[in-house]
């Protein structure tokens, strides 16, 4: 199927390339399928064992597949064992082949046994046998629509306590903490249908008694990407990501919900709560648009003191980082890289040294095939003051002196922008495509991502149709102005789902200007979507219909 879609895009995009023959040889050379082999592991997964500060991974190069062992506290990092020795007693014991330069061995258990609990929702008493179970799909705007409650029930006893959550009407909830100590108490957060109000809430569990800690209200809409809670010290101490600014920050509330201190401020956007060292009272996160000189959509790692507020960043350079701590909290293991830097990954003390340097991508075998790094990009929006972020993909036989067709990938978010900007093989379907002939750029717009602040990633509210249109016009054609390789009057757009809205939707806005549109999946009418999406989106309102003479 995805083959398909690919075919299907390279017929239709094509006819943009009617004056030059396009390189159908070199696009299906950089597909990504036929790229894999050409490259190894572009980041270091760190499976650290039970509470110890030791890890094992796998990482694979263009040498083969090896299995490490490291003791952050020694700062050593070894061979778990010699492959050819492993392949030959597993065929011992299972009788089959194994190449001993790429192990199948995907999960290694140390001394204690971990265990995995699976939640199916099921109809197991269905006769003859078990059966998934249906319900009906709300939209936006119903008025019936899938209601909340919240049953507590007690094991042992066998008692049943109703908890009245009732306060606005189509309200939802989520039970986000239970004591661990005890079934004593639970927190969740109750949200009004347009999303606009919300509670949080503190339920006695024997008796049902629901008291809120603390309310907050925004405009348009909460931000469900990044809004968390989290509990404490046995419930003494709630931790509240809020957009409340206009940029989202984190916060610290009492067990009483008062307000005891803002744990980071600033004109930036705290995004995932990383670890919490609840007996070190330290928090780490992610952090976007922080440090001065910085790409802002790179997730960037910092600690704060929860009491204190002071925050540090722990990862110095500027690229996408991850973050997998031990349990001990003492250390973690970071792979970075950009779309233009090669991925490596390091063990980090908690205070963000490099300790030891664990591996850096083996992209040899790629770069012999001709294969090239695509270059960032940033344009202006339509307002002329917002600066949008994105990246540009070339032919890899790219010719300065010559004038190319320009298609742009879009998707308008608003929960997120489809930008790549960790290092990337394939740039999803894009590096292929530019082999065709084509400049392929990639830009987010107004309207889009969460990373940013309140006004950007809302900027779409009320408006899912138009709302991008303008600004990747306008950066396409700031594109054509500053690079003389891109033919203005030859302009392709294409995306998938959001996107496919988008780039239908664009060539019927400005069909002077983009000459062809590739829709896969679009939602054309937000109106039969989802009701989640629809109405935090583009709103939603109660109207009171007066009921015909004869039916009062």
Not at 288 to 313: C, N, Q, R, W
Not at 425 to 441: C, D, E, P, S
Request: glycine letters at 8%.
């Amino acid at each position: 199927m995805k083959r398909l879609w690919f075919i299907h895009i390279l017929i239709a995009i094509s006819l943009l390339a009617s004056a030059q023959k396009a390189d159908f040889k070199a696009a299906e050379k950089f597909r990504g399928d036929n790229l894999t082999p050409k490259y190894g592991d572009l980041t270091v997964n760190a499976n650290w064992i039970e509470e110890s500060d030791v890890f094992w991974y796998s990482f694979k190069t263009s040498a083969g597949k090896n299995f490490y062992y490291v003791n952050a506290t020694t700062r050593t990092k070894q061979p778990m064992f010699e492959s050819k020795y492993m392949a030959a007693e597993l065929h011992k014991l299972t009788h089959h082949p194994y190449n001993d330069l790429d192990l199948p061995l995907k999960d290694i258990k140390f001394d204690k046994k971990s265990t995995t609990k699976f939640t199916f929702v099921v109809d197991v008493l269905a006769q003859p046998r078990p059966k998934l179970q249906t319900y009906r799909y709300s939209m936006p705007g119903e008025p019936f629509v899938p209601q909340s409650e919240l049953i507590i029930f007690d094991v042992t006893t066998k008692k049943r306590v109703d908890v009245d959550i009732k306060k606005w009407k189509d309200q939802t909830i989520n039970v986000e903490w239970t004591s661990q100590k005890s079934a004593g108490q639970l927190i969740l957060i109750r949200k009004d249908r347009p999303l606009k109000n919300l509670d949080v809430c503190i339920v006695n569990a024997e008796t049902g008694a629901l008291s809120v800690l603390f309310s907050e209200e925004t405009w348009p809409y909460f931000n469900d990407e990044y809004t968390r809670l989290s509990v404490l010290n046995e419930g003494n101490d709630i931790i509240w990501w809020s957009e409340r600014t206009g940029w989202g920050q984190l916060y610290l509330y009492d067990g009483k919900g008062n307000l005891k201190n803002q744990i980071t401020n600033g004109y930036f956007v705290t995004g995932r709560v990383e670890r919490i060292d609840t007996l070190g009272r330290i928090v780490y996160f992610e952090a976007f648009g922080k440090e001065d000189g910085v790409h802002p959509y790179y997730s960037m790692k910092y600690k704060a003191f929860i009491d204190k507020g002071a925050t540090t960043l722990i990862t110095k350079e500027g690229a996408n980082h991850s973050f997998i701590m031990s349990k001990s909290n003492k250390y973690f293991v970071d792979t970075y890289s950009t779309v233009d830097k090669i991925p490596e990954a390091v063990l980090r003390d908690n205070n963000g040294n490099i300790i030891l340097k664990l591996e850096k991508a083996d992209i040899s075998q790629l770069l012999k095939t001709g294969w090239k790094m695509p270059e960032t990009i940033v344009v202006k929006a339509k307002d002329g003051v917002t600066d949008l972020y994105g990246v540009m993909y070339k032919p890899f036989n790219f010719d300065s002196t010559r004038k190319y067709p320009v298609i742009s990938y879009v998707y308008p978010g608003p929960q997120t922008e489809s930008v790549q900007y960790s290092f990337t093989v394939t740039g999803g379907k894009n590096i292929a495509l530019a082999q065709l002939g084509f400049i392929v750029v990639n830009f987010g717009h107004r309207g889009g991502s969460p990373m940013r602040n309140n006004y950007y990633h809302t900027f779409g509210y009320n408006n899912l149709r138009d709302y991008p249109l303008a600004d990747d016009k306008y950066g396409i054609e700031q594109l054509a102005d500053k690079y003389k390789f891109i033919d203005i009057d030859r302009v392709g757009i294409y995306g998938h789902s959001g996107g496919g809205f988008m780039s239908t939707a664009a060539i019927l806005s400005y069909p002077d200007f983009y000459k062809v549109a590739v829709s896969s999946s679009g939602n054309h009418d937000n109106n039969i979507y989802n009701q989640w999406w629809g109405e935090t989106h583009n709103g939603v309102a109660e109207v009171e219909k007066k009921l015909p003479k004869r039916m009062k």
